[in-house]
């Protein structure tokens, strides 16, 4: 027997960038009438929070104090993405190409992470039925979700998609330091590439986008039969 229809659901999905896995994550709570929580989006407004200060990045304790300063909203309704910090909705500016290449900065602070992972635990606290994505949900923020998956997909699969989701704007060596560089860097601290004990994972590679939510779907079912 399934817990999807339980009143409380904990989903964590992880993976590497490119993998789909906002996309598909949002779709997933759909489908569960879950909320959506973006713990990158989180990142990224530090990134742009810090950068707009004129913070030094290589300044560890300045954006552990930063992280622990902001004024953090976001939003997890699947189909209305909003983020703001300070007041400021950098909903889009976060998804620029010089914070993709900066949010490591913050992704690599032991604790800048430590207090985004107590906010994020907060956020799903709050939530009875939640899918909640990033690098580190099904292993620190979530471990004991219902279910937990690492969604992944090759490296020249993942270089496509997110060149087909910036429009071509970027070549392919800003691309390279978008999607690989940063998940080298990310990578010292945390493990998304490979899935612990009791996570699940689902390689997209070779299938489309409703092909992926429905073997995720199925991953879920799986883990939460009893």
Known sequence: MSTLNNDTLVIAIDGPSGSGKSSVSKAVAR??????????????????????????????????????????????????????????????????????????????????????????????????????????????????ADARILLTASEEARLRRRGLQLGGSQNDSQLANQVLARDAKDSTVVNFTQAADGVMTVDSSDLDFEQTIAAVLDAINTATKN
């Open 31 to 144: 489908e569960l009438g879950a909320v959506y929580l973006d713990t990158g989006a989180m990142y990224r407004a530090i990134t742009y929070s810090v950068l707009d200060a004129g913070t030094d990045l290589t300044d560890a304790h300045a954006i552990a104090q930063a992280v622990r300063d902001a004024q953090l909203q976001i939003s997890v309704d699947p189909d209305a993405e909003l983020v703001k910090i300070g007041g400021v909705d950098v909903t889009q500016a976060i998804r620029e190409p010089r914070i993709s290449e900066q949010v490591s900065a913050v992704a690599t602070n032991l604790d800048a992470r430590a207090e985004l992972v107590r906010r994020q635990q907060e956020i799903i606290k709050a939530n009875t039925r939640i899918v909640a994505e990033g690098r580190d949900i099904t292993t620190v923020v979530a471990p004991d």
